[in-house]
């Protein structure tokens, strides 16, 4: 079975770190590049990071810059999201995402309907 399996969300204050991990199992990640994306409560689904097949690239957006990163290890096959100085804006499910070069061609970044397989999600909260 192909899936993808995110962990390490939870409840933090403001300012707090976070580390989420992105599990694949069927199927080897280092042929797929990986959307981190996030949805809040009332809103659309948005993306926050991207890192390339090997990691060469990386893009956040504008919300998250400076502040989380994506970095993955293909010989565990996992990736990562390190969140750092949380704020209470950061509060959602958090999505892990790969899609292949072909998927990809001609497809911005957080292209989410360009993506081939996704999470279940986990949730992050950042309180007060």
């Known amino acids: 079975q192909l899936q993808l399996v995110e962990s390490g969300g939870g409840l933090v204050h403001i300012g707090g770190s976070l580390r989420l991990s992105c599990a694949a199992s069927?199927?080897?990640?280092?042929?797929?590049?990986i959307g981190w994306f996030r949805q809040a409560p009332g809103k659309e689904r948005e993306g926050v990071s991207y890192?390339?097949?090997?990691?060469?690239?990386?893009f956040y957006a504008g919300s998250v810059k400076g502040r989380l990163t994506a970095s993955r290890d293909n010989a565990k096959n996992m990736v990562y999201l390190q969140m750092n100085s949380l704020k209470p804006e950061d509060t959602g499910v958090y999505y892990c995402?790969?899609?292949?070069?072909?998927?990809?061609?001609?497809?911005?970044?957080?292209?989410?309907?360009?993506?081939?397989?996704w999470g279940q999600g986990t949730q992050v909260t950042v309180s007060s």
């Open positions: 069927g199927f080897s990640l280092d042929n797929y590049a």
């Open positions: 995402a790969a899609r292949t070069s072909s998927s990809a061609s001609g497809n911005s970044y957080f292209a989410d309907k360009s993506y081939d397989y």
């Open positions: 890192i390339t097949r090997s990691a060469g690239f990386t």
